[in-house]
Every structure is written in structure tokens, then in C-alpha cells.
């Protein structure tokens, strides 16, 4: 129903998928290793499937990747599956909930909000460069260099060290598509190894210079002595570096392009009309940076869209398809900068919810108020064209003119 490699579905995927959610609840696609993923389109299904305890990130619980249908773990692939190993997204409990708690432990309110004043003077010292030049890309010349430097500044990674952990994630996202070359593999693969050493190295460094940062926080025993081992600690790390900036790299790219496309909405964050925070929780729902998230079926009797999913059935929930349901959002397929709905499933939900959302949500706030106070008369310079990808769903530059 929906061809994931279509250049014209990859550039604004939204007609097609408001299309399909309006036709079915749910439809099937036959995956490139003989496996068939499920694909739920509606936000009721969506939304209760991400906290359904039924469903699992990986099928190892309860059954092997033979007993689904899975061939067997490529080989030369080891060093992306090493970094993977353990990472939050791929654990179910007790691994995940183990590994959660020192991370959730950095991500407290209180945490959060004490770094509002480095996060905002990140955003003024990068945006004084493109607010007097005129023209500049969102993406290349502020959006990755705050995301990446919000992150490093919280994990206590040197700056020096930021432009080769973007270059790493970029390769290492492409697994995450639905649809992977060789050639991406490969990349992937290598970016996977030099990312593995570099870490490595960093917590060494940190176990003997300890840090007030999440690294060092990670190195460290618990109350109860039990620690970390350093495989978990480097999943940990990829996780957070990758994500903590791809998505709102993305969220505000997308989130932009919205604003300046949708008459009267940028003028109505400048004027004061509506706040920056309520602005966000639309930026994340019209146009959100991740398009899909995966789960495996681990019991018998599962039902999701009006069909009975049995053990090891793989399932698909397309974000970006239940946040234009017009079952819960009237007028889904407007951006309306006031509509301040925070219900949208931008971040996930359940145990596997982004624990990063509240940085995000900061960040994205402080950046758009950032770029009024600069650059009130902001606007597109050229037409934004999309990557080549629908997983993690971004734009390749944004030409801005202050």
C-alpha cells in the first residue's frame, strides 16, 4: 500500500499516509529478509500499542531470531550489533531498567532546568554569525552544532570531539531505515568501530579525571556497589549521542519549515501572540523527526486494528500517520501554531519513551526564541529539500534569510 522508496513519498509523505489511515487501520508489507511487519496507522492503536507490555523491542525474551523467521546476525555487521547490544531501545526489563536509572538520574527536572543558561548562550553565540550574514542554513550552521553541543556539554564529551560524533551517527542511523544498502551497511559498520574506540577511551579518561557529567555518572558503582560493565556503558553512550541530537537536529528543521510555510505563524511567536513552548508541542506533532518505531509481539491473543497478532508477529507504528489522525487532532493536516496539544506520540510511550523529551523540549523552545529575538523577519530563502529517508525524517539544509 505505501512504497517506502517512492522519491515522491519520501519528499512529504503525508498524503499517502492520511490516505492509507483513512482506508485501513492497519496493512502488511513482506520485509526484504521474508519477515512480515504489521503496520498500525491510527492514533488509538498507536498510543496503546507503545504502552502494551505485550509488545517487545526485541523478540529474545521469549523466543529466538530463528523461531520469528530472522535469518541469522550477519557477520562482517558485528561491530554495529556490538555498539546495539545495549542500548536502551533494543532492552526489555530487567536489562532496561537496570541500565535506565543511572541515565534517568542525570535527565531530573531540576538537571534540566540548570542548564537553561548554557543552552541559551549556545544559541546566542551561534546564531550571531548567521543573523548578520543573512543567508545561512538552519541545519549545517545552527541546529546540529546546539543539538551536538547540548548533548556533549551534559555527557562531559570534549568539543573538540563533536564534529566526529555527527559524522559517526549519520552513517550509523542509516541501519534504522527500512531499507538499507550495502554501501550504507558498510559505512555503518566502520562508523560503529571508530565510535566503539572512541569511547572506550573516554571512559578510561573519566574513571581517572572524574567529571561533574553523565559519563563519568556511568563509570561509577551505585549505592549497592553494582556497576556498569564498559560494553553497556558504550551502548549507552552511542544511544544518547545519537539521539540526543538527530531527532532535535530534525524537530527543528521540520518544526521551522512549518512555522515559516504557515501564514501568520511566525509572526504570531514574535509578536508574543503565542509562547515558544506551546509553539514546540506543534512543531513535534505536525511534522515529526521520527516516522516509525517497531515492536515485536511476545504473547498469543494480541489484537491491534482489528486483527489477532499471534507470538512473534512484528509490528510497526508509523508516528507521523497517528499524529494526522483527525480521530483525536480536528484539522490534523493544519499547523496550528497555538494548538499546544502535548498528546501527539512524537516521544514514544512506556518504558521505551524518550527520556530525553523535557532536554528537548527545552532546547527546541530556547532555539526558536533565539532565532525571533535575532531574526524577527525571518523567512525561506529557497525551497527545503528532504533526505533520501523516511525512518528518521529530516530535511538536508534549510536555507534561511534573516
Known amino acids: 500500500m505505501i512504497d517506502f522508496t517512492d ?32 503496520f498500525l496507522t491510527r492514533y488509538d492503536d498507536v498510543f496503546k500499542a507503545l504502552r502494551d507490555r505485550r509488545l517487545g523491542r526485541v523478540p529474545e525474551p521469549v523466543m529466538t531470531r530463528a523461531e520469528v523467521g530472522l535469518p541469522p546476525l550477519r557477520p562482517e555487521w558485528k561491530p554495529y550489533y556490538d555498539l546495539e547490544r545495549w542500548s536502551l531501545l533494543m532492552l526489555e526489563p530487567p536489562d532496561h531498567r537496570r541500565l ?5 538520574r542525570a535527565f531530573t527536572p531540576k538537571r534540566i532546568e540548570g542548564l537553561r543558561p548554557d543552552i541559551t548562550r549556545l544559541a546566542e553565540r551561534l546564531l550571531s554569525n548567521p543573523a548578520s550574514a ?3 542554513d538552519l541545519l549545517g550552521d545552527f541546529a546540529r552544532p546546539f543539538s551536538v ?20 551517527s549519520h552513517r550509523i542511523v542509516k541501519m534504522y531505515e527500512l531499507h538499507t544498502t550495502e554501501e550504507q551497511a558498510a559505512a555503518a559498520v566502520r562508523a560503529s568501530e571508530e565510535f566503539d574506540r572512541w569511547c572506550r577511551e573516554l571512559i578510561e579518561a573519566k574513571r581517572e579525571d572524574p567529571g561533574d557529567d553523565l559519563v563519568t555518572a ?16 558504550v551502548s549507552t553512550i552511542v544511544l544518547l549521542l545519537n539521539a540526543g541530537h538527530e531527532a532535535t537536529v530534525n524537530a527543528l528543521g521540520n518544526g521551522t519549515v512549518a512555522l515559516l510555510s504557515t501564514e501568520g505563524a511566525w509572526d504570531a511567536l514574535s509578536d508574543g501572540v503565542v509562547e515558544p513552548a506551546v509553539v514546540v508541542e ?13 515492536r515485536w509481539v511476545l504473547a498469543d491473543d494480541v489484537s491491534y486494528g482489528g486483527r489477532s497478532f499471534s507470538r512473534g508477529e512484528k509490528i510497526a507504528l508509523l508516528f507521523g500517520s497517528a499524529n494526522r489522525d483527525p480521530r483525536h487532532f480536528p484539522s490534523p493536516d493544519d499547523f496550528i501554531v497555538g494548538r499546544g496539544d502535548a498528546s501527539h506520540v512524537t516521544f514514544g510511550g512506556g518504558i521505551h519513551s524518550c527520556i ?16 525571533v529575538e535575532t531574526m524577527p ?22 536555507q534561511l534569510e534573516a
Open 100 to 104: 535506565r536509572q543511572p541515565v534517568f
Open 218 to 233: 556511568l563509570c561509577m558503582p551505585d549505592d549497592e556497589g553494582d556497576a556498569l560493565s564498559d560494553d553497556e556503558i
Open 134 to 136: 543573512g543567508t545561512f
Open 7 to 38: 522519491g515522491d513519498f519520501l519528499q512529504d509523505p503525508y498524503p499517502t499516509l492520511n490516505r492509507v489511515r483513512e482506508e485501513t487501520p492497519l496493512f502488511s508489507k513482506v520485509d526484504e529478509d521474508g519477515t512480515v511487519r504489521w
Open 377 to 398: 523577519a525571518l523567512h525561506l530563502a529557497a525551497a527545503p529539500v528532504r533526505d533520501e529517508a523516511f525512518v528518521i525524517h529530516g530535511y538536508g539544509a534549510v
Open 149 to 168: 553541543g547540548v548533548i556533549a556539554g551534559l555527557l562531559g564529551v570534549p568539543s573538540e570531539a563533536e564534529r566526529l560524533f555527527l559524522d559517526w
Open 356 to 371: 530525553g523529551a523535557p532536554l528537548a523540549r527545552m532546547e527546541l523552545s530556547i532555539a526558536i526564541t533565539q532565532m
Open 282 to 294: 506543534e512543531m513535534i506533532r505536525y511534522d515529526p523527526p521520527l516516522q516509525l518505531f517497531e
